[in-house]
C-alpha cells in the first residue's frame, strides 16, 4: 500500500513538472562551492574519505546528499530510458529534521535548482525545478524505536526535452 502511495505521488510530480515548463529557471549548471565526494575527485596523495562527508548519488549528479544519511536500496528504484529519467531514492540517518531541511534548500539553490514550493510542519515537503527536471523531497520522523529521520527523494528528468532542444527539428530545414 505504501509503495502505491509513492506511486501516485512520483506521478503527481511528473505531471507537475510536465506543466510547469521552463520560464524562470536558473540554467546553471551544479555549483563550484559545493565539493562533490572525495573519493570521486580527490587526488590519490589526498587522505582517506572522511565519514559524513555530503556526496551526490551515481544517477544523480546535481543532487547533494548530507553525509549522515545512508541510501536503502531496497526502498529505492530509479528509471532511464530513451526521453525519460528519474526515481524515488530513500535515505535514513539521525540528523534533525529543521538543518536537514535548511541544507537542501542551500544545496539545491547552489546546484541550480529553483525553489518552488514547501510545506514546513512536523514533516516537512521541499519541491524544486530546474531545466526539464523536477524534484520533491520528503522529511519525516521515521522510526521512533530506532529514533532515526527518513527522506524521500522524488526526482524526474526530461530527457526528451533535453535532446529536441539540442539538436535542431526537421521542421526548422523546410
Known sequence: MRFHKLAIVFAAITLTFMLSGC???????PSANVTPTPAVSAPPEEPAITEN???YPTDFNDLLIPGELTWNR???MSIRTASFAGGILQFTGR???NSLTDFFITSMTKDGWKMTGSVKQKN??????KKN???MITISEGDFSLNKT???VYITEDIASENSEATPSEESFN
Request: negative net charge; without cysteine; hydrophobic residues 40%.
Open 23 to 29: 520560464a524562470g529557471v536558473d540554467f546553471g549548471g
Open 53 to 55: 562527508q555530503p556526496y
Open 74 to 76: 531496497e526502498k529505492s
Open 95 to 97: 540528523v534533525e529534521i
Open 124 to 129: 516537512n515537503l521541499l519541491v524544486f525545478t
Open 133 to 135: 527536471k523536477a524534484t
Open 150 to 152: 527518513e527522506v524521500y
